[in-house]
C-alpha cells in the first residue's frame, strides 16, 4: 500500500513541477524578448554601460520586471536540471530534489542582488 502512496504522490509533484515550468517558460519568453529588445534598443543607440546605469538607476519598473524574470528563472532551470540529472544520471531522490532547491536559491539570489545592484547603482 506505501507503494502505490508513494507512486501516486511522485506522479502528483512531477506534474506540479511540469506545470511549473511550463508556467514559468511562459514568462521567460515574454521576459527574453523584452530584454533582447532592450539589448538591441542600447547598442544601436549607441549608449555605453554608464548611460545604461543611469537609465535603470531607481527605476521601480526596471526592478519589478528583472526580478520577475529572476523568479521565473530560478524556477525554470532547477526543474529542467532535474530532469536531465534524472535521464542521464539516473539520479533520484531526495539527495537530487535537495540538490535542485539548493540551485534554485542560489540563482535566486544571485538574480535578485544583480537586479538590485543595478537598480540601486
Not at 73 to 90: T, Y
Not at 104 to 109: G, H, M, N, Q, V
Amino acid at each position: 500500500m506505501n507503494a502505490a502512496r508513494n507512486a501516486a504522490s511522485n506522479a502528483a509533484w512531477t506534474a506540479r513541477l511540469l506545470v511549473a515550468q511550463r508556467a514559468t517558460a511562459f514568462v521567460l519568453a515574454f521576459a527574453v524578448a523584452i530584454h533582447l529588445a532592450t539589448i538591441i534598443y542600447a547598442v544601436r543607440a549607441g549608449l555605453n554601460a554608464g548611460e545604461i546605469l543611469g537609465r535603470t538607476r531607481g527605476n521601480a519598473l526596471f526592478l519589478a520586471f528583472y526580478s520577475l524574470f529572476v523568479v521565473a528563472a530560478s524556477i525554470h532551470a532547477p526543474i529542467g536540471l532535474r530532469n536531465i540529472f534524472r535521464e542521464w544520471a539516473n539520479w533520484r531522490g531526495r539527495s537530487l530534489n535537495i540538490a535542485m532547491i539548493a540551485v534554485a536559491l542560489i540563482l535566486l539570489a544571485l538574480g535578485l542582488r544583480a537586479a538590485f545592484a543595478v537598480y540601486a547603482a
